[in-house]
């Protein structure tokens, strides 16, 4: 029997490669990211293991090439990832670097999830996951804009919840604290070692989705337990 079919966009690199990667057993992988060669890579690297994906290169702050790329995808679940961050005081902040974060960490929301949750409310079934961040509920000095897109991920996500779910769709969204990868633009050497792994967030959206079908998570936290880093095994 054919394996449902599990959307992952920014599965390129960081969280969502480890997404798809920690999916792929369950599912066929749809992996969406601007990348073409990465997401080759990692496509590879799925069916090297046995599993399945497909590769969209596809810029998903282009509602056009969304619709173009995503209409009408049959996709069980639908795990909207990508997200970019520019820290920097609003004074500094060009139009290109606003624009780019609210293109991609909200707007890219609304036609992603437009794609294929039409065919999940026909099929009365689905699961669409959102990774959003710790900075959705709380504020500092050179967040405006993303935290300002993070604060709107909680509200787009329960809303829908309240729309779909008598309709058979699950909505959750998992908010991790730090993690290494190179998000921003960091080195994920830079994260000291006390960082969660991308792998951590992987497991906690597989988590999400593993749960009864009468059963919804809808909202997580992930975090590092602690930022002194851990003394190496073995140690004293
Ligand atoms: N790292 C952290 O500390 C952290 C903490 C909390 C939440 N998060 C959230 O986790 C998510 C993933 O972050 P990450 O740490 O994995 O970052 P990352 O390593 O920078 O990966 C970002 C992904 O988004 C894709 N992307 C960027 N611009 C795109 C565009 N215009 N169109 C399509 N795809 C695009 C990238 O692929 P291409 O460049 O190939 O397009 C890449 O696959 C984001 O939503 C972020 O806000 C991260």
């Known amino acids: 029997m054919a394996k449902p079919i599990a959307l992952v966009t920014g599965a390129s690199r960081g969280i969502g490669r480890a997404i798809a990667g920690r999916l792929a057993p369950d599912y066929e992988i749809v992996a969406a990211a601007r990348s073409a060669p990465d997401l080759d890579r990692l496509a590879s690297d799925i069916r090297a293991g046995g599993g399945t994906c497909t590769p969209v290169p596809v810029d998903l702050t282009d509602s056009t090439a969304i619709a173009r790329a995503l209409n009408g995808l049959e996709a069980d679940v639908l795990v909207n990832n990508a997200g970019v961050g520019v820290m920097k005081p609003l004074l500094e902040m060009t139009p290109e670097e606003w624009h780019r974060q609210v293109d991609l960490n909200f707007n890219a929301l609304y036609h992603v999830t437009r794609a294929v949750l039409p065919g999940m409310v026909s099929r009365r079934r689905g699961h669409v996951v959102i990774v959003g961040s710790i900075s959705g509920r709380s504020t500092y000095a050179g967040g405006t804009a993303y935290t300002g897109t993070k604060h709107a991920v909680m509200a787009f996500a329960e809303c829908l919840l309240l729309e779909v779910r008598d309709q058979g769709v699950k909505v959750s969204v998992v908010n991790p604290g730090s993690v290494a990868t190179e ?29 009864p079908p009468n059963v919804l998570v809808h909202r997580v936290e992930v975090r590092a337990l602690s930022k002194v880093k851990p003394a190496p095994a073995g140690g004293p």
């Open 183 to 211: 998000f921003g633009g960091s080195d994920p050497a830079s994260k000291g070692g006390w960082a969660l792994r991308a792998e951590d967030v992987a497991e906690t959206v597989a988590f999400a989705l593993s749960t």
